[in-house]
């Protein structure tokens, strides 16, 4: 009865609890969709892969819970650091010449040259086509005894390299791969970092007599610092879930000494080929601790004071 | 009907009213209810075949569907939620990891498979069969293993040439080996065998006893095992040993493709099944191919079952369709058709499967991969066995290809296999 002490509000009619509490009704039914889809296919597969990890289980038979044996598994685990291991060095190895590449074609296609869509819609196009028939076309080139590739270093002479045997050589095909697919991204989203810089640094650039490689060094790179972090980190992102291009090139299990065995191969190939869900589901987690370091090492790069508003 | 706001969010709200009361609903057991599913791998079983049987067993609605490639992880899917299950389905020559959980099956003794049991080759039988008697699956299709082997570049190097002949001088891998030497001398850079996983498997193809002893009785370090390995390792260190990127996997065996067109490999072991793909990439070596007896003695790789599930509403008829569409009548339309190797003998006698084939120079190779198929020694499989042997060649495919010590090789070998079995509880 305390609500009747109260001095009624003038203006708003009081609205009635039952009412109150249904009119936004139609609000959170339009949101629904998006609560309910995340429920159903995001929060309940991630919350039962956990307890799926602490499990021993075939697929068909009866679960066997074995605690935290898995995980003790796992971290004894050499082909899982082993994958850890390959994943962080074909990352590393596209990622620097795929950066360079990326720059210097963007920075080509900021310049006034003709048929500037079409070079642009060319360096995109490998990003949109399917990885698969990619790889089986990669498979062709990278052929050591037949393959285009070794055909032509053998023009100039250079012995064949065996690419999809010698484990770095394989390492050097997918990271290849990947700088394939993922240059002419970057070098869009580079490009429309270039467009975006003011002008009138460049003028007064020109004016204090800088050539075009300071101006690039000088200008360019550090005006472009915050577009090349978002690169890194979307890279590091999709790097981390290296996975078609091994699996394509070399099979479920990694090629020769598991050279590219990357640790998205490593969980597919336990969970969906040998059948042995539990441990799938602990690998899967302990690639979530990989991915949260990286997370946490990228957000202290971004948080370093004046990172972003480095050069100016 | 205009779009208001109104009417769009009423139309919204019994969208999502509507999924909640679907999702309330049982969803079906079996993938087609009323209906008899078979599901089957892309030439798993052959496309002529089961057309007939559609024709034949349509008053029982067989709904044939061809699942590709991820057959498996469909299955094991539909069988942990018993919901869209097929009734009859394909399994593997990974059978053995289905024994445990047979109580997804039917057993097909209740329909009365003891009666036809004679018609199939026993050693075949009985791996469809259950520690307990349990019969989970049909014999669709075996893969006797043999010689392929170049015979013109053998005659052309002066070397045995006919099949028998040939047979006759490679008794024994070892054998088979100090030929390939002499052989190599003669035409070098060119090999007699594909990697050191080919002498690995099919060395233990031959095998009676392979990881386990009935009871899943882990063998440990059984000599056939090492007798495998130390075989494999012989056939690299003389240097016969092609080691080709990815051989063993369909699509990215370019190597060995190309190396079969340029007459690089002048001979391999192999299960039957892969004369479709030499067939296939290499049609210009027609009529230069022979198939003899394997050195070591006859062995099997792969071939495949039907299985019925304990899921279907009619077993008694799922079982007709099965005894039909792998009958030993219907068997030798499906070798020819489909590469399917027949799992009873009264198809090795079929005349058409007789005749003399162009692509192997008018050999009737039928005679050759029949006698292997008889010889054949029935093997106890557990269901860890694939993934041993892929830790095996694994290491093999690094002393091969990535210049690992061997010894090193086989103790790694040893360790992840004790890893595995550990893990899944087996140690």
Known sequence: MAT????????????????????????????APFFVLFAVFGLYPVLYSLFLALQRWDGVGPMKFVGLGNFEFLV???????????????WVMSTIPMTALALLIAVGLHSSIRFKGVFRVAYFLPNVTSIVAMSLVFGSIFSSEFGILNWFFGLFGIDPVPWLTDPWAIRVAISIMILWRW???????????????????????????????RTFFRITLP????????????????????????????????????????????????AFVNNDFGYGAAIAWGIFVVVVLFAILNWRLIQRPGFLKAGR | MTLTRRSFLTAAGLGVAALGSAASCTSPTTANPGKLTLWYTSGGLADQVVADAQQRFGADGLYPSQVSGQLKQRLLAALSGEAYLPDITMLGDDIATYFADSAHFADLRNFGADTVKDHYLPWKWQAGTAPDGFQLGFPIDIGPAA?????????????????????????????YFDFGRRLQEKLPGRHLITDTKTVYTYSMAQEPQKYFAPGNAYLGDAPQVRRAWDRALTAFRSGLTAGYAGSQDPGTSIER??????????????????????????????????????????????????????????????????????????????????GLFPTSPAAFDDPRLLAPEPFFGGQATMSVLAHAAR?????????????ISDAFTDELTNVELAGKDPGQAWDDARRSVERLLTRQGVL
Request: one cysteine or more.
């Open chain 1, 223 to 270: 005006l472009l610092r915050p577009v090349l972090l978002f690169s890194v980190v979307m890279s590091a992102i999709s790097g981390l879930q290296i996975f078609t291009e091994s699996q394509i090139l070399l099979g479920n299990r990694g090629g020769p000494d598991e050279a590219g065995m990357t640790m998205v191969l490593y969980f597919y190939n336990n």
């Open chain 2, 147 to 175: 010689l392929y082997y170049r015979h013109d570049l053998f005659a052309q190097a002066g070397f045995p040439s006919e099949p028998d002949d040939v047979a006759a001088a490679v008794p024994t891998w070892d054998a």
């Open chain 2, 257 to 338: 493709h190309a190396a079969w067109n340029s007459g690089k490999e002048l001979s391999f072991v192999n299960a039957s099944w892969i004369v479709g793909e030499l067939k296939k990439s290499a049609p210009d070596t027609a009529g230069k191919w022979r198939v003899c007896r394997s050195p070591g003695g006859a062995g099997n790789q792969g071939g495949s079952f039907l299985a019925i599930t304990k899921y279907c509403p009619r077993p008694d008829r799922a079982y007709e369709v099965v005894r039909w569409l792998l009958s030993p009548e219907n068997q030798p339309r499906s070798y020819l058709e489909a």
């Open chain 1, 76 to 90: 004894t685990d050499p082909v899982f650091w082993d994958s850890i291991g390959n994943t962080l060095i074909i």
């Open chain 2, 375 to 387: 010889e054949v020694k029935p093997a106890y499989f557990s269901p860890w066995d694939i993934g």
């Open chain 1, 4 to 31: 009747l002490t109260r001095p009624a509000t003038p203006v708003l009619t009081p609205v009635p609890r039952r009412r109150k509490r249904w009119r936004y009704l139609p609000q959170y039914l339009a949101v």
């Open chain 1, 183 to 213: 240059v002419g991204y970057n070098a869009i989203i580079f490009l429309a970092g270039l467009q975006a810089l003011p002008s009138d640094v460049y003028e007064a650039a020109r004016v204090d007599g800088a050539g075009p490689v």
